[in-house]
């Protein structure tokens, strides 16, 4: 069964920085473009970041670019969310997301609690 298993998030300060991971198994990793969403509390999920499968076309929504940085490590499995300059604004239940090449399938995490104070 194919599991999205999340780690990190927290609580931090305006200006703070976290670390998310998400550790795929069950699924051939590089068969897959993946991401993150949020979903701020009273508000739609939405789209964060996005990197291929081959490690080498990244995407960000304009509040994340120059922030966040998104990246993946094929041999382990594993994708990253490092979220630096953190706001208030940030605050919002993250999801790991997986789409297979070609496919309609995808996956997500089971989210993770990020809390940033003012």
């Known amino acids: 069964q194919v599991q999205l298993l999340q780690s990190g998030g927290g609580f931090v300060q305006a200006g703070g920085s976290l670390l998310l991971s998400c550790e795929a198994s069950a699924l051939t990793f590089t068969d897959y473009n993946m991401g993150w969403f949020r979903q701020g509390p009273g508000k739609e999920r939405e789209f964060v970041a996005a990197?291929?499968?081959?490690?080498?076309?990244?995407y960000y929504e304009d509040y994340a670019r120059g922030r966040f940085t998104i990246s993946r490590d094929n041999a382990k499995n594993t994708i990253y969310l490092q979220m630096n300059s953190q706001r208030p604004e940030d605050t919002a239940v993250y999801y790991c997301?997986?789409?297979?090449?070609?496919?309609?399938?995808?996956?997500w995490g089971q989210g993770a609690q990020v809390t940033v104070s003012s």
């Open positions: 997301h997986g789409r297979e090449l070609g496919t309609w399938n995808e996956y």
């Open positions: 990197i291929t499968w081959s490690n080498k076309n990244t």
